[in-house]
């Protein structure tokens, strides 16, 4: 007899497993601000999700100004990420039931990966504070892929590593962007309505939620079996 192919979530960090949207905030308008680019909130928040490279673009451009080249690009991200990552050093911002939802998964035969624009650095970062470095089977950062959210090649390529199919995953985002790259892999989203963000502006996941304690492993299962119909 054929043994049924486990499901298989996939998360993305920041804004999801980890309530880094203030650090990141301030990371980057410190860093924009040093190189004399205006940052509005209303963008930043609206690039929230997308890779650093595109991210850099897209402020510079908003800016009236022309964009760095790749290497200078690069240099201004590190710059960024280390900003973060000193700010979360000092109180790391786990999500709330993000662990739990986490451990409840594991239990119940889940594969379970990371998936996440960031740099190895920050997925490090993350992962460690949330003590939860047992529970993934792979993890898959924007550097291991040519293009970022909303592109499909994250979240594929975590699907590839689990050797698991698309239509088997589930995609756990907080982003516009992440739940385009899911829909375009494939796969269903559920959103977290974190901070900056609203229940219309995410209303193309299949299911949005306000915290992880709304969420089952049998709500989580049912929605592989949905297609596109809402929960």
Known sequence: MTQTQPFAAIFDLDGTLVDSFDAHWRSWHAMCARHGVNLPRELFVRSFGMRNDRIIDLYW?????????AALAAQYADEKEALYREMVAHDFPAMTGGRDLLARLHDAGWMLAVGTSGPPENLRV?????????????EVCGRDVEHGKPAPDIFLKAAERMGIPPGRCVVVEDAVPGIQAA???????????????THEELAAAERVIDRF???????MRALLGLNSRKL
Request: proline share 7%.
């Open 61 to 69: 451009r908003e800016d009236g100004k022309v964009p760095p080249d």
């Open 213 to 219: 304690e709304d969420l089952t492993v049998e709500a």
């Open 126 to 138: 993350a992962v460690d504070g949330l003590d939860a470095g047992r529970f993934f089977h792979t």
């Open 183 to 197: 829909h375009a892999a494939g796969m269903p989203c559920i959103a977290i309505c974190s901070e900056g963000h």
